[in-house]
């Protein structure tokens, strides 16, 4: 798989340089799955036209999605069923605690986006998780409230996710089920 982080094409005008990019994967690597980093969310008219830009410009296969802005700011993307959408869950950064960790209800808000998501908005299932590997607890947690989904899980390397105790947390009974960049 491949992801390319559109911030670092859009923020120069590369844009084009971007398709450019995606093209040659297609080229060289047909089978390889393309995940545009957008973190995208939005209400549902614009939400509409980034779904368009990710799957029908870029020709990804699946995005990156913020959830925070409810149903509304995802339904457009389900208009595209053979393509995935990643949403951000319990993300590697440090500040993703000031608010994924609040309480809501008896629950930590990352754990009903998770709980949320693998059951309510995935009735296509075009829908997984971002997981950050710098908390293994939180990818068992998650793997735990969703079963098999698949997670997107970033932060191994630099930002100091172990891979090991990454795979250990959140692999699926099968030893499957994740996606480390």
């Not at 559109?6 to 844009?15: L, R, V």
């Not at 440090?94 to 709980?115: C, H, I, N, T, W």
Request: charged residues 20%; contains cysteine; negative net charge.
């Amino acid at each position: 798989a491949f992801k390319p982080q559109i911030a670092y094409f859009a923020a120069i005008g590369a844009e084009s340089a971007l398709e450019t990019v995606i093209r040659h994967i297609r080229d060289v690597a047909p089978h390889a799955v393309v995940v545009l980093d957008a973190k995208r969310g939005d209400i549902g008219s614009t939400a509409r036209q980034y779904a368009s830009e990710a799957f029908e410009r870029y020709d990804a296969d699946a995005v990156t999605l913020n959830p925070y802005m409810g149903t509304d700011s995802i339904e457009p993307y389900f208009d595209f069923p053979d393509r995935g959408l990643f949403l951000l869950c319990r993300t590697s950064n440090p500040g993703g605690s000031d608010l994924q960790f609040l309480d809501v209800g008896g629950m930590k808000l990352y754990e009903r986006v998770a709980r949320l998501v693998a059951s309510e908005w995935n009735t296509t299932g075009q829908c997984a998780l971002v997981v950050g590997a710098t908390f293994p607890a939180e990818i068992a947690r998650v793997r735990e409230l969703t079963g098999d989904m698949p997670l997107l899980v970033p932060g191994i390397g630099a930002q100091g996710g172990d891979i090991e105790a990454t795979v250990q947390a959140g692999r699926t009974k099968n030893g499957t089920g994740l996606m480390i960049n």
